[in-house]
Each structure stands twice: as structure tokens, then as C-alpha cells.
């Protein structure tokens, strides 16, 4: 049975009114938890690109990506759970691993499966909530991984 059921939250996956790119973050990270996407990243056979400054590079430590001189271009790592459906993982902060997908590519239940599958990965991999919060909306998650549930839930208040 999937973790949530397309009918429930397509409003909530609409580009238009949700704005296209939510904001995914795992709260609460540290240097070895970036660490541990990475290496989820490499041992999963998905398809990535690391990418910094415009140059195309071989995915590299967390320590080191997060330990660039502040004035440094953000690097981005872009992962595709599947074809057709991207996630863009920006490394800001060591404390909160931030990433982005795009509504547009995740319409309908097989995509929105493909969704809770990498995010669920993810935060089993960390033992820890992966949020979704709409465009622009920090702090109110739509939907995420509850590791004490094991599952993606919705979050969001429906009114």
C-alpha cells in the first residue's frame, strides 16, 4: 500500500497554487548525516551529478563540500530517483540538508510513490523526519518521513 494516496494531496502537488519547487530539508543534520546521503547516493546505482562552479566533478566528502571558504559558489547535487524526476540538493548549511524537487515532475501516484520512496530512503538512512514545505513556506511542513512510523504522512491542516 503506498504511504499516501494521489487523490488525498494532488491539490497539494498543484505548481500553480503550491508554487513548482518545495523545499525538502532534514532538520537537525550534522556533517556525517550529509555524509550518509552521499554515500546512499553512490551505493544506490541512482543516477547524480555533482556539480561546482559549472564544472562537472566526482561526488566528494561532506567534510570537504562543507568546509569551503564562505565566499565559495554553492555546489549542487542532483539525483534522479528516477527518469524524469530530479532532486537538487544544495549544501548551505551542515546543520539542515536542503534539496528540491519539482511539483511538475510529480503528478500523479506512480510519481508521488517514486517521492515518498526516496524520501523515506533517505530519512531511514538518517533515522530522522524528512520535510516538505511548500515554496517559500520554511517551517510548514505539507508532508514528510516520520521515522517512528516508517512511512511518509501527510502533515499539512487541509482547511
Known amino acids: 500500500m503506498p504511504d499516501l494516496l494521489w487523490d488525498d494531496v494532488a491539490d497539494w ?10 523545499d525538502l530539508r532534514v ?5 556525517a548525516d550529509w555524509q550518509a546521503v552521499l554515500d546512499l547516493v553512490r551505493d544506490s546505482g541512482l543516477r547524480y551529478r555533482y556539480e561546482e562552479g559549472g564544472s562537472v566533478l566526482p561526488l566528494p566528502r561532506a567534510a570537504a563540500v562543507l568546509s569551503r571558504p564562505a565566499d565559495a559558489e554553492c555546489p549542487n547535487l542532483s539525483v534522479w530517483p528516477a527518469p524524469g ?9 551542515d546543520e539542515e540538508i536542503d534539496f528540491d524537487v519539482d511539483l511538475r515532475e510529480l503528478q500523479g501516484q506512480e510519481r508521488l510513490d517514486v517521492l515518498c520512496g526516496f524520501l523515506r530512503s533517505i530519512g531511514r538512512r538518517l533515522e ?5 514545505d511548500p515554496e517559500g513556506a520554511h517551517g510548514h511542513p505539507m508532508l514528510g518521513y ?8 501527510f502533515l499539512a491542516d487541509s482547511d
Do not use: N, Q
Open 27 to 31: 532538520p537537525g543534520a550534522s556533517v
Open 13 to 22: 502537488f498543484d505548481p500553480e497554487e503550491m508554487g513548482a519547487l518545495p
Open 128 to 132: 530522522k523526519p524528512v520535510l516538505m
Open 146 to 153: 516520520d521515522p517512528k512510523a516508517d512511512r511518509v504522512l
Open 85 to 93: 524526476t530530479v532532486a537538487i540538493f544544495r549544501f548551505s548549511s
